[in-house]
């Protein structure tokens, strides 16, 4: 656990995204939770070492399934995003939770501890921008298409820090899943620029870093989307895409054994939605 400031905590050894929680008058403002239960008792538990206070809100950067599940082991008084993430999320089946269980681990234990978790609906939803005051607290939620459609950034603009979701990760590779790289690009183009107002930048995944992380991922997609692009005029097909995947890992520390087959799935997938929002 890191104390950012006097009352913002941030969280980045659990499994699934980084966490983070800002400490207001009205109790904790949430951005995101950790999807296995027994860490998410232990994240509350260090909230309230720090503090007892309730869980007043949680904010979901998008509507990644890690991050669906997690809102249900804190049960926030309001669980607010995008209205996109609120669409697929009312689009889902009931059985969607389950699906969520066994993507997550192939443990019995946790996927007996994960059984009884549900998918939450966002009670509050937003399109463009939205801002919230939490007693002398106030957070600015952005829309900020990129790895998903319900992709946000989350400002607090008094302490300089930025909450980006998984528009920035550090230490391994994105996340892609929509049609919307040339647009995550502009938004990591602009976080880049000087006048920017942040200092602190807490990643979707991997530990609190600065605006020089986001190098790697402009390099990354940009180098994806101009060799897709070739493929594409030279009438190559969507499973071709497979043949860069090796090359685009070097933008990236290598990752473990055991995590390889699942990176190189990451990278396949975001592969095929450059190509795919090529081509539409």
Known sequence: MQEVSDNVIVATHFRGPSVAAVLTSEGYVLIDAPPFPEDARRWRDMLMRKKEARMRAMILMDSHPERLLGAYNLKPDVLI??????????????????????????????????????????????????????????????????????????????????????????????????LYSIEWMAALRELYHDSFPADIIVAGHGNITVKNAIDPI????????????????????????????????NYFPPPLESELASVQQRVRTGLQSIYNEIRG
């Not at 499973?239 to 685009?248: A, H, I, P, S």
């Open 81 to 178: 995003a995008h209205e996109y993430a609120y669409d697929h999320v009312r689009s889902l089946p009931n059985s969607y939770a389950s699906t969520v269980v066994g993507l997550l681990t192939r443990s019995p234990y946790e996927q007996n501890e994960l059984s009884g978790c549900k998918i939450m609906q966002p009670m509050v939803t937003f399109g463009k921008t939205l801002r919230l005051n939490f007693g002398s607290v106030e957070l600015h939620l952005e829309h900020r298409p990129g790895p998903m459609n319900g992709s946000i950034w989350v400002k607090y603009l008094e302490q300089r820090i930025l909450f980006a979701g998984d528009n920035v990760v550090v230490g391994t590779v994105p996340y892609l899943n929509s």
């Open 218 to 249: 402009l390099q990354y997609l940009e180098t994806a989307r101009s060799r897709i692009m070739e493929m594409y005029e030279n009438g190559q097909s969507l499973t071709e895409t497979n043949r860069l995947v090796n090359d685009l890992l």
